[in-house]
C-alpha cells in the first residue's frame, strides 16, 4: 500500500529519497576517490580530497536543488516546475546513464545504476503531475464487487 501511494502522489518524497541516497554512494565515492589516490602515493592525496570534497558538496546541493524543486511542483502543483523538474532529471538521467556505461569500477556502476533508477522514477511522478494540469492526482481504484448472499 506504501509504495502504491509513493508511485501515485509523492513527487517531493521519492526526490528527497534520492537526495538523500546519492549523499551516501557521493560521500562513498569521495572516500574511495582518496584512498585510491593515497594508496598510489603519486603526490595528489591533499589535492585529491579538495576536489573530492568539492565535487561532493556540488552533488549534494544539485540534488537539495532537486528535491525543493519538486517539493515546490507538488504543493504548488505546478506544470511549470514539473516540466522543469523533468528537464533537470533527464540531465541527471542522461549523466547517469553516460557514468554507468563507462564505471570504473563496482561502486561507480552501483551509483549510476541508483541514479538512473531514481531519475526516470522522479521524471514519471513529474509528468503525472504534469497530467493532472494543477489539479489533484486522481488514483482509480478498481471497482469493488457487492458480496452475493447465498441463501
Given at each position: 500500500m506504501?509504495?502504491?501511494t509513493l508511485t501515485k502522489y509523492q513527487v517531493?518524497?521519492?526526490a528527497l529519497v534520492q537526495f538523500i541516497a546519492m549523499s551516501l554512494l557521493g560521500i562513498a565515492n569521495a572516500i574511495n576517490s582518496i584512498v585510491v589516490a593515497c594508496k598510489a602515493n603519486d603526490g595528489s592525496c591533499g589535492s585529491n580530497t579538495l576536489t573530492s570534497l568539492v565535487y561532493f558538496l556540488?552533488?549534494?546541493?544539485w540534488f537539495g536543488f532537486l528535491?525543493?524543486?519538486?517539493?515546490t511542483a507538488q504543493q504548488t502543483r505546478s506544470r511549470?516546475?514539473?516540466?522543469?523538474?523533468?528537464?533537470a532529471e533527464g540531465l541527471v538521467a542522461m549523466i547517469a546513464l553516460f557514468n554507468a556505461r563507462n564505471h570504473v569500477d563496482l561502486l561507480g556502476l552501483t551509483t549510476s545504476v541508483i541514479d538512473l533508477t531514481l531519475a526516470i522514477w522522479v521524471i514519471i511522478l513529474a509528468f503525472r503531475?504534469?497530467?493532472a494540469k494543477g489539479g489533484?492526482?486522481?488514483?482509480?481504484?478498481?471497482?469493488r464487487r457487492r458480496p452475493t448472499s447465498s441463501l
Open positions: 506504501i509504495f502504491r517531493a518524497t521519492i556540488l552533488i549534494a546541493g528535491w525543493i524543486l519538486s517539493f511549470k516546475l514539473a516540466f522543469v523538474l523533468m528537464g503531475l504534469l497530467r489533484r492526482l486522481v488514483v482509480k481504484q478498481p471497482r
